[in-house]
């Protein structure tokens, strides 16, 4: 009843939330996804996205699907595995952004293992600028981070969002008083963003907490010392949007290889676009 190739389509869509991105990352025309998602659409009698010039969003029955066409595409690729008898094997050093570790990367990781045992996976997890740096530098195989800014192209993109200010329930920035930030050192692409922004407009601002750990950030959030730049899509329990503040604008996060790169890597890659969607649910 549900074209796997349809359905590795719609994760594709929900997961950039664009058919032209979706068109990119899969190597085919627009159109071609357009039909996809009409076909599949016409299987389930369901509309599937709410979608209109500007932007493209899930409907409830779009939400739904998801879990299900994960299901049926891992389902694909264990007996693709299976009758093939392909077995990866050696070191893959992968890096990831501390924002996914707290979100399901973990189940993506788990379910690679499963399928490829013999795979050993080093793993970093860093501030994106700093897993740039890595990679560029040949110390990473594979990295999954946030992308540098505007115009930064380089990679597959995973998923896109929004950035926002976040902070303890409850909490309001004094208009005539500096900002109170919670921000990574550098070379932290949030925190670079953040001050670019205020910057720009002529808003002024303090460093009222610095952190090299995500989790840290969170606790300092929590502890309603400032306001920090976080993915929409990412807002850990017990912190709310804070308004009052500039646009921070939007965030990909996006697949990056090095120079040289093991098998393994693409079958990582593979697992992780497959997954992508999950990777913005932290329940």
């Given at each position: 009843?549900?074209?796997p190739v349809q359905l590795r389509t719609f994760l594709t869509v929900a997961q950039t939330l664009s058919f032209t991105q979706a068109a990119g990352r899969l190597g085919v025309r627009q159109s071609t996804v357009s039909q996809h998602v009409r076909r599949l659409?016409?299987?389930?009698?369901r509309p599937l996205f709410l979608r209109d010039t500007h932007s493209v969003e899930l409907t409830e029955d779009g939400e739904a699907l998801l879990g299900f066409a994960r299901t049926i595409l891992e389902a694909?690729?264990?007996?693709?595995a299976f009758f093939t008898g392909t077995r990866l094997r050696g070191r893959l050093r992968f890096g990831a952004s501390e924002d996914f570790v707290l979100t399901r990367l973990p189940e993506i990781l788990e379910g690679f293992r499963h399928q490829h045992p013999e795979v050993d996976l080093e793993l970093s997890v860093e501030l994106s600028g700093t897993l740039h740096e890595r990679l560029d530098a040949g110390l990473l195989d594979l990295v999954l981070a946030k992308r540098r800014g505007p115009g930064d192209e380089r990679g597959r993109l995973v998923w896109r969002d929004r950035m926002v200010w976040i902070?303890?329930?409850?909490?309001?920035?004094d208009a005539e008083?500096?900002?109170p930030l919670?921000?990574?050192p550098p070379p932290g692409i949030t925190r670079a963003r953040a001050l670019e922004v205020l910057e720009r407009e002529g808003r002024p601002w303090r460093v009222a907490c610095t952190s090299g750990s995500l989790s840290g950030l969170i606790a300092a959030a929590r502890a309603g010392l400032g306001v920090m730049a976080h993915a929409r899509g990412l807002i850990p329990p017990g912190l709310v949007r804070v308004g009052g503040l500039p646009e921070l604008g939007p965030v990909e996060f996006a697949l990056l290889r090095g120079a040289r790169v093991p098998p393994a890597a693409e079958a990582l890659a593979s697992a992780v676009l497959s997954g992508a969607d999950r990777l913005s649910r932290t329940a």
């Amino acid at each position: 009843m549900y074209d796997p190739v349809q359905l590795r389509t719609f994760l594709t869509v929900a997961q950039t939330l664009s058919f032209t991105q979706a068109a990119g990352r899969l190597g085919v025309r627009q159109s071609t996804v357009s039909q996809h998602v009409r076909r599949l659409e016409e299987a389930t009698g369901r509309p599937l996205f709410l979608r209109d010039t500007h932007s493209v969003e899930l409907t409830e029955d779009g939400e739904a699907l998801l879990g299900f066409a994960r299901t049926i595409l891992e389902a694909h690729e264990r007996a693709a595995a299976f009758f093939t008898g392909t077995r990866l094997r050696g070191r893959l050093r992968f890096g990831a952004s501390e924002d996914f570790v707290l979100t399901r990367l973990p189940e993506i990781l788990e379910g690679f293992r499963h399928q490829h045992p013999e795979v050993d996976l080093e793993l970093s997890v860093e501030l994106s600028g700093t897993l740039h740096e890595r990679l560029d530098a040949g110390l990473l195989d594979l990295v999954l981070a946030k992308r540098r800014g505007p115009g930064d192209e380089r990679g597959r993109l995973v998923w896109r969002d929004r950035m926002v200010w976040i902070g303890a329930e409850g909490l309001r920035v004094d208009a005539e008083r500096p900002v109170p930030l919670i921000v990574f050192p550098p070379p932290g692409i949030t925190r670079a963003r953040a001050l670019e922004v205020l910057e720009r407009e002529g808003r002024p601002w303090r460093v009222a907490c610095t952190s090299g750990s995500l989790s840290g950030l969170i606790a300092a959030a929590r502890a309603g010392l400032g306001v920090m730049a976080h993915a929409r899509g990412l807002i850990p329990p017990g912190l709310v949007r804070v308004g009052g503040l500039p646009e921070l604008g939007p965030v990909e996060f996006a697949l990056l290889r090095g120079a040289r790169v093991p098998p393994a890597a693409e079958a990582l890659a593979s697992a992780v676009l497959s997954g992508a969607d999950r990777l913005s649910r932290t329940a």
